[in-house]
């Protein structure tokens, strides 16, 4: 079963910094664009960053010089690195990627989600 596993949410105190991870599993061959996206209770799901194939990025106005996107091709695994956290960066925060996925001698590309971390931060 091909799921994407994020990990490393918590509850930080303003300021603080903590890294996310978005973990690829199962039977792919690729893994694509992923963009990291969140959502605060009662708001909608709005998009943080996001990276492509050849290592470029893209960022929302918010968090541009706070949070860093890079990914790991060899480990299937995007991670987001997180500074100066405000209390306003508090939500859910979950990964959506393109993956190439192997289906016996078949392949295909789709996007999936992930399950979400929780971030909070205190003031």
């Known amino acids: 079963q091909v799921q994407l596993v994020e990990s490393g949410g918590g509850l930080v105190q303003a300021g603080g910094s903590l890294r996310l991870s978005c973990a690829a599993s199962?039977?792919?061959?690729?893994?694509?664009?992923v963009k990291w996206f969140r959502q605060a209770p009662g708001k909608q799901r709005d998009l943080v960053a996001g990276?492509?194939?050849?290592?470029?990025?893209n960022y929302a106005d918010s968090v541009k010089g706070r949070f860093t996107i890079s990914r790991d091709n060899a480990k299937n695994t995007v991670y987001l690195q997180m500074t100066s956290l405000k209390p306003e960066d508090t939500a859910v925060y979950y990964c959506?990627?393109?993956?190439?996925?192997?289906?016996?001698?078949?392949?295909?590309?789709?996007?999936?989600w992930g399950q979400g971390t929780q971030v909070t931060v205190s003031s």
């Open positions: 959506y990627a393109l993956l190439g996925l192997q289906l016996g001698d078949r392949r295909r590309f789709d996007y999936l």
């Open positions: 199962g039977s792919i061959f690729s893994i694509n664009d």
């Open positions: 990276i492509a194939t050849d290592g470029s990025t």
